[in-house]
C-alpha cells in the first residue's frame, strides 16, 4: 500500500522517519497550521493521481475538518521513557539540592 504522509508539528521528519512504512511523499507545514479547505484537497488529488492513501499524525488529524477524516488515516504513536531515564533525571536534580 502506498502513502503519503503529511505533519504540522515541530520536527516533522522525526514523525515520518517513525513511520514502519516508507511514504512515497512527504509533506511538513508548520507546527500547529491550521489546514485549509484548499490544503486538503490538493493532498487527496495528489494522493487520487499517485494511488496512494493519506497519512498524518494523530495531532493533525484531529484538527481536519470531520467531513475528511475518514479519507485520511493517522498514526498513533506512543512514547515510552526507558527507566534509565528516570535514574539520569533523579540525578540531575538530587545534585541541584
Known sequence: RKFIAFAGIGYPQKFFNSLSISPIKTFSFPDHYNYTNNDVKKL????????????????????????????IYFAQLETI????FYFWLEQKLASKK
Not at 521513557?81 to 534509565?84: K, L, T
Open 81 to 84: 521513557i526507558s527507566p534509565e
Open 44 to 71: 487527496l488529488l495528489l494522493a487520487e493521481k499517485n494511488k496512494a492513501k493519506l497519512l498524518t499524525t494523530e495531532k493533525d488529524w484531529v484538527r481536519l475538518s470531520s467531513s475528511v477524516r475518514k479519507q
